[in-house]
């Protein structure tokens, strides 16, 4: 039982488009997110995150939405570039699971085009 | 700078071995978690440490043991290498609640 869905195994986005990013999830009781780059051989590396009592958090070309009613989130890049290329991970964690870790999606490999 | 370091970076190993993967981390965190990466399945959680001495079994934990003797340690045992355990393995510590957790560059482990 899947509690983070990343439905998109990939996207292709033109360099200079913007590149969106979705991510589902059913656990209600979710109430941090957070969406995670990663390179091949390297660890993830945290790209931005929001609370639940957020609808919307932007860092330069990096915006995740929230939608706690449809329980669903998007990361939005733009411009997108061509180190953007990567795979996404959506995670979660719920109130003071600091100790439990994060809960994953499966990850969507975002590949920019020139 | 703080960092999180895993070792060794590439591991073969046979079935049936014990095979142990290190992971130190010079955050001073509390909360440490193995997570392993399989294709189709993102990053699953093996086991995590609240701090010295305490243990807990994440999703995937079987064939899998921890221990946390100090802060900055928490090495990830696998009692008998299995082929369905080949993997890359990913350590992570984190400070809290609504916080990042910062990983490891893993460990890619092939067992034959």
């Not at chain 1, 639940?52 to 939608?67: A, P, Q």
């Not at chain 2, 142990?20 to 978690?33: E, G, K, V």
Request: hydrophobic residues 30%; proline residues 4%.
């Amino acid at each position: 039982d899947q509690q983070v869905k990343q439905n998109s195994p990939s996207l292709s986005v033109q360099e200079g488009r913007i590149s969106i990013l979705n991510c589902d999830y059913t656990n209600s009781m979710f109430d941090y997110f957070l969406w995670y780059k990663k390179y091949p051989a390297e660890g993830p590396t945290f790209l931005i995150s929001i609370s639940s009592i957020k609808d919307k958090n932007e860092d330069g070309r990096f915006t995740v939405f929230l939608n706690k009613s449809a329980k669903h989130l998007s990361l939005h890049i733009v411009p997108s570039q061509p180190g953007d290329s990567a795979v996404y991970f959506c995670a979660a964690s719920v109130p003071g699971g600091g100790a439990d870790g994060l809960t994953f999606g499966k990850g969507t490999h975002l590949i920019i085009q020139p | 700078d703080a960092e999180i370091t895993q070792s060794p970076r590439h591991k073969i190993t046979e079935t049936g071995r014990q095979v142990t993967l290190a992971c130190h981390q010079t955050w001073n965190h509390n909360n440490m978690f193995w997570y392993r990466q399989d294709l189709g399945h993102g990053l699953r959680l093996i086991h995590y440490s609240y701090g010295v001495q305490d243990t807990n079994k994440g999703e995937v934990s079987d064939g899998y043991s921890v221990s946390r003797s100090n802060t900055e340690d928490l090495p990830l045992t696998l009692e008998s290498a299995a082929s369905s355990q080949t993997s890359v393995y990913f350590c992570a510590t984190r400070t809290g609640p609504n916080t990042e957790a910062f990983f490891g560059q893993g460990t890619r482990l092939t067992v034959v």
